[in-house]
């Protein structure tokens, strides 16, 4: 491994522009892409090349164990909702009771309401469906509903409990969770509207955002069955989200025993998930009279573009092993550390660049708080500092999602955009919610 700081760095800026031009330029499968560049910077580094291989495997296993099972079981039910006119539905409900204008508004509500209790990939993978359906009814392009729910989704994962990354973070510096969920509020909900309905509405225009035609998810070749019905269908969307609620709620509340235990089990992301695709499943065959056939048909179809959308993130995922690996964090810590600014200054830009050198937010701000830690105990802040520490560190770990970020992966395959498209609309829509977030932060730092 390498030990000059800004030798480290330069590997990494290299390797994050060899992926960038190898897709945008080349044209290369962002898979196979993602893969040769994780390899190439591995060995750029003096690792092992056995090392790197174990590297390469180990951040492909653990994402893939979890995100497979998530999308795969998330595109079924999407095929499901979707071949039933259930998706369709909703979308003509939504847009009647609110208005084609008012929409991403309530999209912004839902992305900080269930990002509370949810993880980011999962309530996004979950809703997506509903997203591709509007965009289609409205005749507009799906990053115009997207990015609503999307700035409301990233906000409350990077500031908020029972999150991991807000949650590690409480524990390395000692925040008041009480806090930390009053100042993440106050400074996480006009980041989302900002970078959600606002951005959306002022950029979404522009050019390089993509056309209008629908995202790739819809396939009007698919099996059809007779209509699941409004109720149904929302029921069948929003079951998932209510039993992973309940289960955060018990595990937060609860007292060890099997009704907690129960709860968290049927509440995980696979069980949730697994039994609303069964409820789905059983309303279509006893009550629509779906031929068993014809179900089987859409759940093997709805399949296919999770397949490719797997294997992106699954090579994301190694590619930001490899970086975590090499040791990138800390040397970017060494860089920062020995400029001198406020705490919060610094724990803000430690974040953001540990999270552009090596992509995971968790990681970035576990890492500014490991060394922020000792300034905030010799600082001698107050309760209410600290939290805003912790929201600027959460800031910082939001900006710049681009081509080491397995989110980059997810929210370009899902919504069925190209590289450039991406980084126009969801890395600046990031990049935007984590520079109002810490503004909120610094604001408010001197009144407390």
């Known amino acids: 491994m390498m030990s000059e700081p800004w030798n480290t760095l330069l590997i990494v800026a290299v390797s994050i522009a060899a992926v960038i031009v190898l897709v945008l330029r080349v044209k290369l499968q962002p898979f196979l892409a993602l893969l040769l560049v994780a390899l190439l910077t591995g060995l750029a580094f003096g ?75 999962v309530a996004f993978i979950i809703l997506a469906p509903l997203l591709t359906t509007l965009a289609v009814r409205a005749d507009r392009r799906i990053t115009y509903f997207a990015l609503p729910l999307l700035a409301g989704l990233l906000t409350m994962h990077a500031l908020l409990p029972p999150h991991p990354g807000p949650v590690a973070v409480a524990e390395l510096i000692g925040t008041d969770y009480g806090l930390l969920a009053f100042y993440g509020l106050i400074c996480g909900i006009p980041a989302a509207i900002i970078a959600g309905p606002v951005y959306a509405r002022l950029a979404h225009g522009a ?93 093997t179809r709805a399949l296919e573009p999770a397949g490719l959308m797997v294997l992106v993130v699954g090579a994301g995922a190694a590619y930001k092993e490899v970086l975590i690996e090499s040791g990138a964090g800390q040397q970017v810590t060494a860089a920062v550390a020995s400029a001198q600014l406020s705490v919060l200054v610094f724990a803000f830009l430690l ?77 600046l829509c990031a990049t935007i919610a984590g520079a109002v977030i810490f503004a909120m932060a610094a604001l408010l730092w001197n009144f407390v």
């Open 207 to 299: 050019p390089g955002w993509g056309d209008q035609s629908p995202p790739p998810m819809l396939d009007e070749g698919a099996p059809q069955t007779a209509a699941i019905g409004f109720w149904p269908a929302l029921v069948a969307t929003l079951v998932p989200l209510a039993l992973i609620l309940l289960a955060a709620v018990a595990g937060q509340f609860m007292a060890d025993g099997p009704v907690k235990a129960t709860l968290q089990f049927i509440g995980h992301p696979f069980t949730a998930l697994i039994l609303a695709t069964l409820s789905v499943t059983a309303w279509l065959r006893f009550r629509v009279d779906a031929p068993l056939d014809t179900i089987s048909k859409i759940m």
């Open 47 to 121: 690792a092992d090349p056995q090392a790197v291989i174990a590297a390469v495997r180990k951040g492909t296993g653990e994402a893939l164990g979890f995100v497979a099972v998530v999308i795969g079981l998330g595109a079924i039910l999407g095929g499901l909702l979707e071949a039933s006119g259930g998706v369709n539905a909703i979308a003509h409900r939504l847009l009647d009771a609110f208005g084609e204008r008012r929409i991403p508004w309530a999209l912004t509500a839902v992305g900080i309401i269930v990002g509370i209790p949810l993880f980011f990939d």
């Open 351 to 427: 974040a953001a660049f540990v999270r552009i050198a090596q992509g995971s937010a968790t990681v970035a701000m576990v890492t500014a708080a490991g060394l922020a830690a000792p300034l905030i105990s010799a600082a001698a802040l107050s309760p209410s500092r600290v939290a805003l520490v912790t929201v600027a560190i959460g800031a910082g770990a939001s900006i710049a999602s681009h081509v080491n970020d397995t989110g980059f992966w997810l929210v370009k395959q899902y919504l069925g955009l190209t590289e450039a498209q991406t980084f126009r609309s969801w890395t």
